[in-house]
C-alpha cells in the first residue's frame, strides 16, 4: 500500500499528456475554470491559485469555548475531504481509468467551493463586525472625549476650591490666633477684676455709701432689741461717747453707728483681695452657707464676736446660743445675723477694693474736737436739707466723734462722717 501511494505521489509531479486523453478536453482546463463558480469569481479564482492552509481565526474574548471548537471542526473536516477528493484524483490514475479522474475532479472542485465559501462567509462576518466596531468605537471614543473635557473642568473647579479652602484655612489660623490674643486679654482683664472687684473712686464712693447705710440699717435693730430688753439708751450711748452735745436727742443714734463701725474698722488693713465671689450673691449669707470657712466667713465671725458683747446677746436672745455657734464655726440662720452679714458684706468689700483701685491709698480717722474740714469731712446732720449751716457758722463747730472714717484714693478724697455740734464755750 506504501509503494502505491510513492507512486501516485510521483505521478502527481511528472503530470499526464493531453494526447494521452483525447477524448477528455474538459482536462486541460485548470482546476478553476473561467465560469464563475459563485457570484464573486474573481475572489475564487484567486482562492484556486493560492495553497490551502487552516487559518487561525480570532474569535471574540467573549465568545464561549464551545463555539472556536465548532470552526475548528468545520475547517478540519473541508480540509480532510479536499484531502480525500484530492487523493481519490491521484488514485484515478493507476490504473488510468478516464470516468474515475472527472469524478474525482469535479469532487477536489467542490471540496474547494466549499473552502472558498466558508473563507468568503468569514470574510464578510468579520467586516461587518469591524464596521460595527469601529461606530461602537466612534461613540465611544465621543464619549471619553466629553468625559475627558468634564474632567477638565471638574479639575479645574476642585483647584479652585483648593485655592479656596487655603485661603479660608490661613483666614481661620488669623481668626484662631486673634481669639486666643482676645482670650488673653480677657483673662488678663477678668484677673485684675477679680483682683480689683471695681476701678474707679466713683465706684468705691457708692460701696462707702453702701458700707455706711448697711452700719445704719443693722443700728436700728439693735437699738430695738435694746429698748425691748430694758437697756437705757442714755446711759449707753453716754458710755460710748461721753460729754457729747446733741443737736437733738434722736441723733444719739449717730453714737450707736459710730460704735458699731469702729468696731468693724477695729483693726483693719489695707490689703488687696479678690471681692468677686462674694459680690456675685444679692444675699451675702448664701455666700457664708456656700462656704462658711472663705476669708469672708472669717471676717464676719471675727466681726460678729467684736461688735455684739456677750451680756447684750445675753439680753437680746436670753441665751449665747448666736455667739456658741459663731465660735464653732457656723453661722447661725437667724433674722439678726443675717442683718449682720449684710452689713459685714460691704465692710470686707470695701477694705478689700480701696488698695485694688490704688496700692497707695490709705485710711484716715477724725479725732474729736478736731474742727470741722469741708476738703476731709462729711457732717451727717448736712445730708437734711433743714439743718444746713453756712461756712462763717460751720467754724463754731466742731467735731464730736467720727462715724466712718475717710479714704484717700490716689488724688481723690472720700470724705469720712462725723458728727459735729456747736461748741459749747
Known amino acids: 500500500m506504501v509503494c502505491k501511494f510513492a507512486k501516485v505521489c510521483r505521478l502527481k509531479s511528472i503530470g499526464v499528456f493531453s494526447s494521452e486523453i483525447p477524448n477528455l478536453p474538459h482536462l486541460h482546463r485548470p482546476i478553476c475554470n473561467e465560469t464563475p463558480l459563485s457570484e464573486n469569481s474573481n475572489e475564487e479564482s484567486k482562492c484556486y491559485h493560492q495553497k490551502v492552509h487552516p487559518h487561525p481565526i480570532e474569535l471574540p474574548a467573549k465568545e464561549k469555548a464551545c463555539a472556536g471548537l465548532e470552526v475548528t471542526r468545520k475547517i478540519f473536516d473541508a480540509v480532510s475531504a479536499l484531502k480525500l477528493a484530492y487523493l481519490q484524483l491521484q488514485q484515478a490514475h493507476i490504473p488510468y481509468d478516464p470516468l474515475k479522474i472527472v469524478a474525482a475532479d469535479d469532487l477536489v472542485v467542490a471540496e474547494l467551493e466549499k473552502i472558498c465559501k466558508f473563507k468568503r462567509e468569514y470574510t464578510q462576518k468579520h467586516c461587518k463586525k469591524a464596521r460595527f466596531n ?15 473635557a468634564l474632567l477638565g473642568k ?7 476650591k483648593d485655592s479656596e479652602i487655603v485661603r479660608l484655612r490661613r483666614q481661620l ?38 458700707a455706711s447705710k448697711s452700719i445704719h440699717d443693722f443700728a436700728k435693730p439693735m437699738i430695738s432689741l435694746m429698748k425691748a430688753s430694758g437697756w437705757d439708751l442714755d446711759r449707753a450711748a453716754s458710755s460710748i461717747e461721753n460729754g457729747v452735745v446733741y443737736s437733738k436727742r434722736c441723733d444719739k443714734k449717730y453714737a450707736f453707728e459710730s460704735y458699731i463701725a469702729r468696731r468693724m474698722f477695729h483693726g483693719a488693713a489695707l490689703t488687696s483681695y479678690d471681692v468677686s465671689d462674694i459680690m456675685k450673691f444679692d444675699d451675702p449669707f448664701d455666700a457664708l452657707m456656700e462656704n462658711p470657712h472663705s476669708h469672708f466667713a472669717k471676717f464676719s465671725q471675727e466681726k460678729y464676736l467684736l461688735v455684739v458683747h456677750p451680756k447684750m446677746e445675753e439680753s437680746f436672745f436670753g441665751n449665747l446660743d448666736h455667739r456658741t455657734f459663731i465660735m464653732s464655726g457656723k453661722h447661725p440662720r437667724t433674722e439678726f445675723y443675717q442683718l449682720f452679714a449684710k452689713m459685714a458684706k460691704w465692710v470686707w468689700v470695701l477694705l478689700g477694693s480701696a488698695r485694688s483701685i490704688d496700692s497707695a491709698a490709705t485710711l484716715f480717722s477724725v479725732n474729736r474736737g478736731s474742727a470741722f474740714s469741708n476738703l476731709y469731712m462729711e457732717s451727717v446732720e448736712e445730708e437734711k436739707e433743714s439743718a444746713m449751716v453756712s461756712d462763717e457758722e460751720r467754724t463754731t463747730h466742731k467735731v464730736q466723734f467720727m462715724i466712718m472714717p475717710g479714704f484717700k484714693i490716689g488724688k481723690m478724697v472720700v470724705k469720712s462722717r462725723v458728727y459735729v455740734s456747736k461748741c459749747s464755750s
Open 134 to 148: 469601529a461606530s461602537r468605537s466612534a461613540a465611544i471614543m465621543a464619549e471619553i472625549v466629553a468625559k475627558e
Open 154 to 160: 471638574l479639575k479645574s473647579q476642585n483647584s479652585a
Open 173 to 210: 489660623l488669623d481668626l484662631e490666633i486673634g481669639n486666643k490674643n482676645l482670650t488673653e486679654k480677657i483673662k488678663q482683664i477678668s484677673l485684675e477684676k477679680r483682683r480689683a472687684g471695681f476701678f474707679s473712686v466713683t465706684e468705691f464712693q457708692d460701696i462707702f455709701k453702701a
